[in-house]
């Protein structure tokens, strides 16, 4: 005996579900838009529930009705044979669905259908079956479709997603149905690859079903529950030889060598939920995991051919509001072709041009949904990672003109020295050019293949057309010295800045640029701000938080873009927390940690004016840097900073926030700074100004002064 079965599923795996089921056998298929109509026997209607892996639910039609009416689902329902199907003293529930456009009340259509069950069963039997909503004897369907109704017999009985192994949940979890769908159009399990990476696997849902499919075990195999069980044609024998040939075949599946599988999540929650699923599913053993953001990122130990790397990233719901989901795509591009090159990839996004950032080489792209939730599935192909070499600039052909020779010399003789010095130190991003010429009153930094230019603004005694005129030879001379094109070079003039005005914004453009400043990438944004996002004399001072954070909780305050703080963070600090009263620049603090594939878990930002926050807090940390502006003033706070007035203030407060055994760096870059030793003689004070100065500052050692202040023994 043959039925026509209706195998549902989430819209966008019609493709994925027909192969799957043309792999168990069964043929004719006809594809629907979130369905296939197919004729199976009793025993591949089983198989279908108990193998499927992609299904929604499979239901066995029993007839329809023409109308669009409940009452009209009523009157045909009532004369139906339900003797035949179903035990009037049995129990029964109804669920009711309405394709799209069609308006109805469904749960009343669902009343509808039970109330013609009953009132049959009633003038038949003198009985009627009772409502068991949660695991009925016999589960109904009824679909509105354009004129009309379908009645089915719901064989699975609940959504088949359910595969009874998720016992803890994460945040916007990740339907089993659909995981297993994006590792078949991946080709999960292979012999091509040899290991499976989810680096952000929240409750686990890709790592378990790898697991299931890697050992063969039957997705349904732990469900105890199946709407055709109390069905008057169900074949009790047949459904338990079923079952134990899955038995016999999960027993053997474990025994057999399988491909590794590893899953990491920077939260100890997720990784809790994914060990308590696992186990309940029946595969810890065959999973390693642990605990790691995901700038750990790594190729596993022992995996030397392809891998897959697949995972469902935080994106939207689980990031909420906060403008940093870009940037984790661009981090997770970027970690795997710098670790998984050659893999093959899939990841999700609640957004086309998220998973675009990735930069993989594309396979496919399926718009698909996950619950209510529209998402894209990026199927690609993983690049090798961005070249580390520092880039060499080579000089345009062409000639300068006169006026800009001697400048253009001057010019050729500081890149050659700071370039050959950067390839030495692989420094990307420098100055090479700061006023060295009074003429020529600019400074040129480099960041990566750009260029930042900054007038400074001449003296009243010089003539504004002449230095106008001097700016742009300079320019010429720039461009041809570097050999870049004029996108490539971004001009700003930088006049004598009072207080918040060095921070304000400039333009609107909103263009960034990522960068690299030592081990980490930073955004930087040559166009609307006077300052980029990065202080580049701070370079070797970072690099040092860098070095002493291992294991330390850092605190950073004044802290603009929290690069420092970054750095402390890739240093493997304990805990940063970041402390600024800007919500633009803490933002960009935060989408800089993004950038690198930190999680927010250990690491905290505080929007707060820094000496009301020093003031208010009880925390303690092993490693402080200040870096306050020299005047300060906002309309968030009615204070007013001044750092020669209220250093002192600032600096006692912050060390009692520092523990014994501590240190606190205070950096300034007022050119009249005094440090008030007599104030602060309870301290240990070490000016360290000369080691914190990079090669490319040499020629300007007062770019910046820094104090090393630890707690007395």
């Given at each position: 005996m043959t039925f026509e079965l209706v195998v549902t599923c989430a819209d966008g795996l019609e493709p994925t579900l027909q192969q799957e089921l043309a792999a168990m056998g069964l043929a004719d298929i006809r594809r629907e838009r979130g369905t296939l109509r197919v004729d199976a026997s009793l025993e591949q209607a089983y198989r279908i529930c108990l193998w499927s892996r992609v299904a929604s639910r499979v239901l066995l039609p029993l007839f329809s009705v023409e109308g669009d009416t409940p009452e009209a689902l009523y009157f045909e329902a009532v004369r139906f044979t339900w003797g035949n199907l179903l035990s009037p003293t049995g129990t029964i529930a109804v669920h009711a669905t309405a394709a799209r456009g069609i308006k109805t009340h469904t749960q009343y259509l669902a009343l509808k259908l039970k109330d013609a069950i009953v009132d049959h069963c009633r003038e038949h039997f003198g009985v009627r079956p009772d409502v068991d909503a949660v695991a009925p004897d016999v589960p109904l369907h009824?679909?509105?479709?354009?004129?009309?109704?379908?009645?089915?017999?719901?064989?699975?009985?609940?959504?088949?997603?359910?595969?009874?192994?998720?016992?803890?949940?994460?945040?916007?979890?990740?339907?089993?149905?659909?995981?297993?769908?994006?590792?078949?159009?991946?080709?999960?399990?292979?012999?091509?690859?040899?290991?499976?990476?989810?680096?952000?696997?929240?409750?686990?849902?890709?790592?378990?079903?790898?697991?299931?499919?890697?050992?063969?075990?039957?997705?349904?195999?732990?469900?105890?529950?199946?709407?055709?069980?109390?069905?008057?044609?169900?074949?009790?024998?047949?459904?338990?030889?079923?079952?134990?040939?899955?038995?016999?075949?999960?027993?053997?599946?474990?025994?057999?060598?399988?491909?590794?599988?590893?899953?990491?999540?920077?939260?100890?929650e997720a990784l809790t939920a994914t060990r308590k699923n696992a186990q309940r599913a029946g595969v810890t053993a065959l999973l390693e995991l642990g605990q790691r953001e995901l700038h750990a990122l790594r190729r596993p130990a022992g995996v030397a051919g392809k891998g897959l790397l697949i995972t469902n990233p935080p994106y939207g719901e689980r990031l909420g509001e906060k403008n940093t989901t870009r940037e984790l795509y661009r981090a997770l591009g970027r970690l795997s072709a710098q670790h998984l090159s050659g893999w093959q990839a899939c990841v999700l996004g609640a957004d086309v041009q998220h998973v675009d950032a990735l930069g993989f080489a594309h396979r496919a792209t399926e718009r698909l949904h996950n619950g209510a939730l529209t998402i894209y599935a990026r199927h690609g192909d993983i690049p090798a990672g961005p070249s580390a070499e520092v880039i060499r600039f080579t000089e345009a052909p062409g000639e300068i003109p006169e006026d800009a020779q001697a400048f253009a010399n001057r010019l050729r003789k500081n890149l050659k020295v700071a370039q050959k010095q950067a390839i030495a130190e692989q420094v990307h991003c420098y100055r090479v050019y700061d006023a060295d010429m009074p003429e020529f009153n600019l400074a040129v930094d480099v960041y990566e293949h750009q260029l930042h230019v900054?007038?400074?603004?001449?003296?009243?005694?010089?003539?504004?057309?002449?230095?106008?005129?001097?700016?742009?030879?300079?320019?010429?001379?720039?461009?041809?010295?570097?050999?870049?094109?004029?996108?490539?070079?971004?001009?700003?003039?930088?006049?004598?800045?009072?207080?918040?005005?060095?921070?304000?914004?400039?333009?609107?453009?909103?263009?960034?640029?990522?960068?690299?400043?030592?081990?980490?990438?930073?955004?930087?944004?040559?166009?609307?701000?006077?300052?980029?996002?990065?202080?580049?004399?701070?370079?070797?001072?970072?690099?040092?938080?860098?070095?002493?954070?291992?294991?330390?909780?850092?605190?950073?305050?004044?802290?603009?873009?929290?690069?420092?703080?970054?750095?402390?963070?890739?240093?493997?600090?304990?805990?940063?927390?970041?402390?600024?009263?800007?919500?633009?620049?803490?933002?960009?603090?935060?989408?800089?940690?993004?950038?690198?594939?930190?999680?927010?878990?250990?690491?905290?930002?505080?929007?707060?004016?820094?000496m009301r926050w020093l003031k208010d807090s009880e925390l303690e940390f092993d490693l402080v840097f200040i870096d306050p502006p020299t005047f300060s003033n906002s309309k968030r706070t009615p204070d007013v900073f001044d750092v020669q007035h209220d250093h002192v203030e600032?600096?006692?407060?912050?060390?009692?926030?520092?523990?014994?055994?501590?240190?606190?760096?205070?950096?300034?870059?007022?050119?009249?700074?005094?440090?008030?030793?007599?104030?602060?003689?309870?301290?240990?004070?070490?000016?360290?100004?000369?080691?914190?100065?990079?090669?490319?500052?040499?020629?300007?050692?007062?770019?910046?002064?820094?104090?090393?202040?630890?707690h007395r023994s």
């Amino acid at each position: 005996m043959t039925f026509e079965l209706v195998v549902t599923c989430a819209d966008g795996l019609e493709p994925t579900l027909q192969q799957e089921l043309a792999a168990m056998g069964l043929a004719d298929i006809r594809r629907e838009r979130g369905t296939l109509r197919v004729d199976a026997s009793l025993e591949q209607a089983y198989r279908i529930c108990l193998w499927s892996r992609v299904a929604s639910r499979v239901l066995l039609p029993l007839f329809s009705v023409e109308g669009d009416t409940p009452e009209a689902l009523y009157f045909e329902a009532v004369r139906f044979t339900w003797g035949n199907l179903l035990s009037p003293t049995g129990t029964i529930a109804v669920h009711a669905t309405a394709a799209r456009g069609i308006k109805t009340h469904t749960q009343y259509l669902a009343l509808k259908l039970k109330d013609a069950i009953v009132d049959h069963c009633r003038e038949h039997f003198g009985v009627r079956p009772d409502v068991d909503a949660v695991a009925p004897d016999v589960p109904l369907h009824v679909h509105a479709m354009p004129g009309g109704f379908a009645v089915s017999l719901d064989l699975a009985g609940d959504s088949l997603h359910k595969r009874g192994y998720r016992i803890a949940m994460t945040e916007a979890p990740l339907k089993e149905s659909l995981a297993a769908a994006l590792l078949l159009q991946a080709g999960w399990p292979s012999a091509e690859f040899g290991a499976l990476v989810d680096p952000m696997c929240g409750s686990g849902s890709f790592l378990i079903e790898a697991a299931w499919m890697a050992a063969d075990i039957a997705p349904g195999l732990q469900r105890d529950y199946y709407g055709f069980l109390g069905w008057k044609k169900h074949d009790p024998a047949l459904w338990e030889r079923l079952l134990e040939e899955a038995r016999q075949r999960r027993e053997a599946g474990l025994k057999r060598p399988l491909p590794k599988i590893l899953g990491f999540d920077a939260e100890y929650e997720a990784l809790t939920a994914t060990r308590k699923n696992a186990q309940r599913a029946g595969v810890t053993a065959l999973l390693e995991l642990g605990q790691r953001e995901l700038h750990a990122l790594r190729r596993p130990a022992g995996v030397a051919g392809k891998g897959l790397l697949i995972t469902n990233p935080p994106y939207g719901e689980r990031l909420g509001e906060k403008n940093t989901t870009r940037e984790l795509y661009r981090a997770l591009g970027r970690l795997s072709a710098q670790h998984l090159s050659g893999w093959q990839a899939c990841v999700l996004g609640a957004d086309v041009q998220h998973v675009d950032a990735l930069g993989f080489a594309h396979r496919a792209t399926e718009r698909l949904h996950n619950g209510a939730l529209t998402i894209y599935a990026r199927h690609g192909d993983i690049p090798a990672g961005p070249s580390a070499e520092v880039i060499r600039f080579t000089e345009a052909p062409g000639e300068i003109p006169e006026d800009a020779q001697a400048f253009a010399n001057r010019l050729r003789k500081n890149l050659k020295v700071a370039q050959k010095q950067a390839i030495a130190e692989q420094v990307h991003c420098y100055r090479v050019y700061d006023a060295d010429m009074p003429e020529f009153n600019l400074a040129v930094d480099v960041y990566e293949h750009q260029l930042h230019v900054q007038e400074y603004a001449p003296p009243k005694t010089v003539d504004p057309e002449k230095a106008e005129a001097r700016f742009r030879l300079a320019l010429v001379a720039i461009r041809h010295v570097f050999g870049l094109r004029r996108e490539n070079v971004f001009i700003k003039v930088r006049s004598r800045q009072k207080g918040k005005q060095q921070y304000e914004k400039q333009g609107s453009v909103g263009r960034f640029f990522e960068v690299r400043d030592g081990n980490a990438w930073v955004l930087v944004n040559l166009t609307d701000y006077l300052d980029t996002g990065l202080f580049l004399d701070h370079r070797p001072l970072r690099q040092r938080l860098a070095r002493e954070a291992k294991g330390k909780h850092f605190l950073n305050l004044f802290a603009y873009t929290g690069v420092a703080s970054l750095h402390a963070a890739l240093g493997d600090a304990a805990s940063t927390t970041t402390v600024d009263l800007s919500p633009t620049y803490l933002n960009w603090a935060q989408r800089n940690f993004a950038l690198n594939g930190l999680a927010e878990g250990r690491h905290h930002f505080e929007q707060a004016d820094c000496m009301r926050w020093l003031k208010d807090s009880e925390l303690e940390f092993d490693l402080v840097f200040i870096d306050p502006p020299t005047f300060s003033n906002s309309k968030r706070t009615p204070d007013v900073f001044d750092v020669q007035h209220d250093h002192v203030e600032l600096i006692w407060l912050a060390m009692r926030a520092l523990r014994a055994g501590g240190t606190l760096y205070f950096s300034n870059n007022f050119r009249k700074f005094k440090l008030d030793m007599e104030a602060l003689s309870e301290f240990a004070i070490e000016d360290i100004s000369a080691e914190t100065i990079g090669f490319d500052f040499e020629r300007n050692p007062n770019i910046h002064r820094c104090w090393k202040i630890t707690h007395r023994s």
